[in-house]
Nanobody, 113 residues
Framework: QVRLTEIGGGWVQSGGYLKLSCLAS????????MAWYRQVQGKEREFVAR???????EYAESVKGRFTISKVSYRSTLYLEMTNLKPEDTAVYYC???????WGQGTPVTVSS
C-alpha cells in the first residue's frame, strides 16, 4: 500500500496563501487519480479537489476559483495551492489515491480572521 505524507499546512491570515504537498512513497503515474479532502473536528471528511486518471480537475464549490490541484508524477507529489484563504477553510487536509485505502496522516490548516 502506498504511503502518503502531507506537508505544508500552517497558520495564515484570511486572504492568505498556502501550498500543500502530498508525497507518495511509491511512484505515481500521470493516470493515477488522486484527491484532497479536509475535515473539521466533529464533522465528516469533505471533498475538496480531485485530479482524474485523464488529468481533469474537479473542485468543491466552496473552493472553486481559489484552490488549484496539480500533480507532478515524476516527483510522486500531489499539490494543492490555496489562495484567498478564508476562516472556513480551517481544517485538517488529507490526500488520497482515489478509490484506495491510501490516505495520509493529514496536515492542519488554520485561517484566522
Amino acid at each position: 500500500q502506498v504511503r502518503l505524507t502531507e506537508i505544508g499546512g500552517g497558520w495564515v491570515q484570511s486572504g492568505g496563501y498556502l501550498k500543500l504537498s502530498c508525497l507518495a512513497s511509491e511512484r505515481i503515474y500521470t493516470w493515477t487519480p488522486m484527491a484532497w479532502y479536509r475535515q473539521v473536528q466533529g464533522k465528516e471528511r469533505e471533498f475538496v479537489a480531485r485530479i482524474t486518471d485523464r488529468g481533469a480537475t474537479e473542485y468543491a464549490e466552496s473552493v472553486k476559483g481559489r484552490f488549484t490541484i496539480s500533480k507532478v508524477s515524476y516527483r510522486s507529489t500531489l499539490y494543492l495551492e490555496m489562495t484567498n484563504l478564508k476562516p472556513e477553510d480551517t481544517a485538517v487536509y488529507y490526500c488520497t489515491i482515489t478509490d484506495s485505502d491510501s490516505w495520509g496522516q493529514g496536515t492542519p490548516v488554520t485561517v484566522s480572521s
